[in-house]
């Protein structure tokens, strides 16, 4: 068969099927074990890859997702009314709302000269030359003027700067804790799209009718067990879930995730995809002096063309919402790859009890001489002789290339 | 062959290349189904793998992005005229922005006593004994003060409450919805940077010169058609695009998501990198007593030493602006990896055929028999008969062994 | 061997081993092809995919992260004292915090009418037949009252407005920049949770003790070379490392990314794992109008009934704090998908050699008359004929069946 042939061959066999040669292995415990590994990855694969990873399904991990909160409530401190709009930060209602928990309030501070506080480095002093006039200490609060003032009203001296006067540290009034604040509720709304698979979903109870619904959310608090689809929340019981003592996140303040969690099948009915709610704070900095969350502002006034200022340093619980989202729906593609994977690792099989074969089981050879065709040898000897016996009852044109069967 | 000659062999075969044997199948039916499997597996890796799909290009599906907006317009109410700085909240431009259409103001709330709002429960009275002194009513606004007050200037009466007064409820002025809003224009600048790829882009025209885009950019509103490359949106544009009534959205508020979405291919030229934008209308409760956007916040003024405040509940436009960015440019590692897995795939078609020539068209076990050697039986009977013909002719020292070719 | 012979054939020969028959070519350059392919599988798979990609780790790419920031310094300009809660936007200390480094001040804005700003389109005007009144330019300041009037002190007119009065082009205060920012520190706290290994991080320094700690974090600055792990950062250094002028910042304002990255192997010690830390403008937009970052805001007062603002356009250097996350851990799974496909694409080199042997090497087709075998062919002509004589010496039931063995 020469070239010519070879070609003529390989047009003419394009319609031929290729099929590879196999030997049976009658041999037991080597079957077993081909059987079981075989068992195994398909096991695998029908188990872990197709019914618990879903892998028939096309995923969607990165939905779309909205968020809006409110937050509500009223407390009394002292003589004094407060409600939300003076508590909840920012006002706007984002996916991340604070409300102030404690509050150290520096009242009518104004651009004055004053004596800086005696905690900071090198303001103690004793005559005018220990101050250098228009220094500006990093930690200090103002501008040295280079005058060594009494202290307020006590006994000892520091230098006077050039600030926001009085200094905060000294004139600070600290607020009481306001517990209440357990009570305050948040709304969290969240409406969730995948956009691969062009579902909305939001997070509020759907109620027949609109009058229903309202009365449903005017009264219900979110609970795991009995109001799983109440989307209003007690800040106290946010706290609890995360396993926090809420008086002393009042003290401290703190960050806590509250985290939305979808997982979404749309081989089912999608109006049974719910979101689950855990909760943990964020900031694990306990044993830091920044520990907690606070943060400072100042409310502005303005008498006669003089500015005046309230400063408040604000120790806050901060809400962020954190949404996550996963869902899946039945698609051919991923289907088809991950069959084809799954039947392509069952030839990883033979490898190993190839191996298994060849170096445990094959003592004499048998199998491997069987196996394993030598090209040239096979070819010219044993076959050659064969073939001039064979040849006497058939009648070869491949003869003519003088290559044996 | 024994162990020895084994391991010489296989320290000897190292170089030598080892090819499946394969069996041909001159099977018409067999062929077409065999190549018509292959053509569909090899189509689905071309096609849709490598064109549709790109799988020789590395992709990057997390870009870093900056956005920035900022909001413009002039509107007149009444004999008042408004500027976005009153509007637009956060001033700072992230990627949020929320412009008010519509507030209900409460002007010189005080914290003072006055009659609780009679939509509360157990607010309605007409003694005091009707009223607990220090409750404060969770849907209420206050605290309790125990007496029984006239409403306002109203024939009945209710508890009088400790709060922020007069009531929202009762004294918020409704100002007409901002329907000017409609010509508002909201700047969004979007830089995005791919860092597997070290390339930045930006949603801002080119132009030759610093004067000429200035003037392009204080003239340009964005139209998908006729301006596709100008970052300048009208509100009313928007709300047109998302399929809201402005009208409406201005009675309500709402939240639209403007979704800017970069699909950018570097194996082309980088510059053709342009985003498209996409709006919707994110909050879909519209049959809820919640829907719709809006937050309460309250200017606080100082008067003489007493505070006052206005609490403005402002309905909002807020858009969230999402960004969404892919990038793909060639690599050989994903080149690699897919004509690998694509060349494994055609594997499989032996599968398919071979279970479609073993169960229908192989009848007589003709195939079978040739495809499957056994490895005791071919080796020990038959052939073992045919060396003894064979031997005849030749000279084997593999005979020593005993065990047949 | 009938259909019921194949049907016991296949119930007994479940546990049968099959092993496909190989071909030995012992031909060196091919044999040279094949193992060289082979190596560099291997070596890709093991040097690339295993040691670089650590394909044998389950990974996680989206941790939780919260930041939190805050910022601290003092600045004299003038014989005014500024400290950060005038500075810093917003004060919440979100991932997103900005300080003002230069302000354009007007002062004292009330609404009233006053002239429009020159450069408005149509301001200028000689009589007030010029002005369209109640016409609200979209480029102006407010509506038209219809009268031309003197332009503040000058000698020319233009249309008068209903407005904020005066406007901010006219009487904004341009107050110099402020400098002095390039040493406000910016403190940024960042904790990281990897809910998969359910490791969470910080990027403080542990110290032994709350005190050692606090005075570590009241001194530091972070350093790349020298303090690695120290939160605090100087806006100058920032800018250094952004490779931007911190004093061309301060005149355009700008848009810096700080971004934080962890690479985490928890394989080996979690507390190995600590962030690095890069700088870089955000926005690109140089050669824009609008570039830099500013934004405007307005302080209102209230004085005997009458409401004025003071209205601020506020350039700033605004940090958005970036988190990248990426935890690494030995997982069986991934473990053995990539060793079954790295073992799978070995398979990948017969493909290769076969076709350079069929193509080059086998110049007189012996190799393709040993590896292929024709079904028809090879069963029916040679073989019945060496059966023939075979058969002498054997004893087959199967022969019954008229099919050659």
């Known amino acids: 068969m020469g070239l010519l042939g070879f070609i003529k061959d390989y047009v003419l066999g394009f319609w031929d099927y290729e099929t590879p040669k196999v030997m049976i292995v009658k041999n037991k415990p080597l079957g077993v074990i081909y059987r079981g590994v075989q068992f195994l990855v398909l096991t695998y694969f029908i188990w872990y890859v197709f019914i618990k990873e879903k892998a028939y399904q096309q995923s969607e991990t990165r939905p779309e997702s909205s968020v809006h909160t409110k937050m509500r409530g009223t407390a009394v401190q002292g003589d004094r009314v407060h409600d939300t709009i003076e508590y909840a930060h920012p006002s706007e209602g984002f996916d991340v709302i604070s409300t102030t928990v404690r509050r150290e309030v520096t009242y009518d501070q104004?651009?004055?000269?004053?004596?800086?506080?005696?905690?900071?480095?090198?303001?103690?002093?004793?005559?005018?030359?220990?101050?250098?006039?228009?220094?500006?200490?990093?930690?200090?609060?103002?501008?040295?003027?280079?005058?060594?003032?009494?202290?307020?009203?006590?006994?000892?001296?520091?230098?006077?700067?050039?600030?926001?006067?009085?200094?905060?540290?000294?004139?600070?009034?600290?607020?009481?804790?306001?517990?209440?604040?357990?009570?305050?509720?948040?709304f969290i709304g969240n409406t969730i799209r995948f956009p691969a698979f062009n579902v909305t979903r939001g997070n509020i109870k759907v109620a027949p009718n609109k009058r229903k619904r309202q009365k449903y959310l005017s009264k219900c608090h979110y609970d795991e067990k009995k109001e799983p689809y109440c989307p209003i929340f007690r800040l106290g019981y946010?706290?609890?879930?995360?396993?926090?003592?809420?008086?002393?996140?009042?003290?401290t303040g703190g960050v806590i995730g509250v985290f939305i969690n979808w997982q979404c099948?749309?081989?089912?009915?999608?109006?049974?995809?719910?979101?689950?709610?855990?909760?943990?704070?964020?900031?694990?900095?306990?044993?830091?002096?920044?520990?907690?969350?606070?943060?400072?502002?100042?409310?502005?006034?303005?008498?006669?063309?003089?500015?005046?200022?309230?400063?408040?340093?604000?120790?806050?619980?901060?809400?962020?919402?954190?949404?996550?989202?996963?869902?899946?729906?039945?698609?051919?593609?991923?289907?088809?790859?991950?069959?084809?994977?799954?039947?392509?690792?069952?030839?990883?099989?033979?490898i190993i009890c190839d191996w298994i074969m060849l170096t445990f089981i094959d003592k004499n050879g048998v199998y491997s001489e069987k196996k394993f065709v030598d090209a040239r040898k096979d070819a010219i000897q044993p076959m050659s002789t064969a073939f001039t016996i064979v040849s006497y009852g058939s009648n070869h044109s491949d003869l003519s290339d003088g290559v044996p069967l």
């Open 110 to 186: 104004m651009q004055q000269t004053c004596a800086e506080h005696f905690s900071v480095a090198s303001a103690n002093c004793t005559k005018d030359s220990d101050c250098t006039p228009g220094e500006v200490n990093f930690n200090g609060n103002g501008r040295r003027t280079g005058r060594c003032v009494p202290y307020y009203d006590q006994n000892f001296k520091t230098c006077e700067i050039q600030a926001w006067c009085p200094v905060e540290e000294y004139a600070a009034v600290r607020e009481p804790p306001l517990l209440e604040a357990a009570n305050f509720t948040v």
């Open 238 to 251: 946010i706290a609890d879930q995360a396993r926090e003592n809420f008086d002393e996140l009042c003290k």
């Open 265 to 350: 099948n749309f081989d089912v009915d999608a109006s049974d995809c719910k979101p689950t709610y855990s909760f943990r704070l964020l900031d694990t900095r306990k044993d830091l002096p920044t520990a907690g969350y606070y943060y400072r502002f100042a409310k502005y006034y303005s008498r006669d063309g003089v500015e005046s200022r309230t400063l408040i340093k604000a120790y806050g619980i901060r809400l962020d919402i954190i949404v996550h989202g996963y869902a899946g729906k039945f698609s051919l593609i991923p289907t088809i790859i991950n069959s084809v994977t799954a039947m392509g690792s069952i030839g990883i099989c033979s």
